[in-house]
């Protein structure tokens, strides 16, 4: 018999639902009164106040000001290798931990999951000597690197929990029409986990877009940073152009909503599948 909703439950939840996104969108909302006003308006008035005038044109100067087109093909060259590097890699591991039989697999699945531990200060000082070693410093292969090492852990809890969802019987039918074991990867397991695939694409795109710390250490010319480093060309030494700078971010953010848009139709069952798994 199907249970039914009291009415004034039905209405709390929404109230709550309502709340909880008024709260989220805030600290959105006030990032774009203050992209939409003047330097003395953010000065004069509080912060949370509409603009007295709308300063569309602080858009366009954010863009031309801070070199936004550079830094954002910068952040697209380094997300566009990374994140779907980093996803293959993902998977194959997730595919050898979950369907080849071998011993000490759990083990070495522990093992990946101690990477999530490791705090990313604790490593600053290593990865510096590394790179500097191999000469990777202020190069696009290296911060690549650097992301996929903090990056593959995660990814593979995700994938492995999505792959271990797929029925075994599906493997054996595979072998039975003469699927080797990279075809039975890449013919049925990646085209059945598209969804956990999409999940994981926007986590690490978002990830790697917004990722400040080692970008900031490890790339030190202009001409390469991303955006989040080069958002502080709105900074001076003694003030900074808030206005400008939180045009800047609602600028940069716009590709992270492409992204999100354009896979969300697989995110909430590629996450769902990924946690029971």
């Known amino acids: 018999m199907e249970q039914r909703v009291h009415p004034i439950s039905k209405a709390l939840k929404y109230v709550l ?20 006003k003047s330097s003395s308006d953010l000065l004069t008035r509080p912060f949370y106040m509409f603009p007295e005038k709308l300063q569309w044109h602080n858009f366009v100067q954010a863009w031309e000001q801070g070199r936004m087109s550079m830094y954002m093909k910068n952040t697209a060259l380094i997300a566009l290798v990374k994140v779907p590097l980093g996803i293959l890699i993902e998977a194959l591991a997730a595919f050898a931990l979950t369907r080849l039989a071998f011993k000490g697999s759990e083990w070495l699945f522990a093992l990946f999951l101690i990477g999530m531990m490791v705090p990313m ?27 996929l090492g903090f990056g593959i852990p995660f990814g593979i809890l995700i994938l492995r929990g999505f792959f271990r969802t797929i ?61 989040t480093t080069g958002l502080l060309a709105f900074r001076g ?41």
């Open 17 to 36: 639902i309502v709340v909880l996104a008024a709260i989220f969108l805030l600290p959105v909302l006030f990032i774009a009164f203050t992209a939409l």
């Open 121 to 147: 200060q604790a490593t600053l000082v290593p990865l510096n000597m590394i790179l500097n070693k191999l000469g990777l410093v202020d190069t696009y292969p290296g911060i690549i690197l650097i992301y």
């Open 237 to 277: 030494q003694y003030s900074a152009n808030y206005p400008l700078m939180n045009a800047g971010v609602l600028i940069s953010v716009v590709p992270v909503l492409i992204v999100y848009v354009a896979f969300q139709k697989y995110f909430v069952s590629g996450l769902a599948g990924s946690v029971k798994g």
């Open 167 to 227: 029925p075994k019987e599906i493997d054996e039918a595979a072998l039975i029409d003469g699927c080797g074991v990279m075809g039975k990867f890449f013919k049925i397991i990646i085209p059945l986990s598209m969804p956990a695939i999409a999940t994981l694409f926007i986590f690490d795109f978002m990830a790697t877009w917004n990722e400040f710390l080692l970008a900031q250490i490890f790339i030190t010319k202009d001409s390469m940073r991303t955006i």
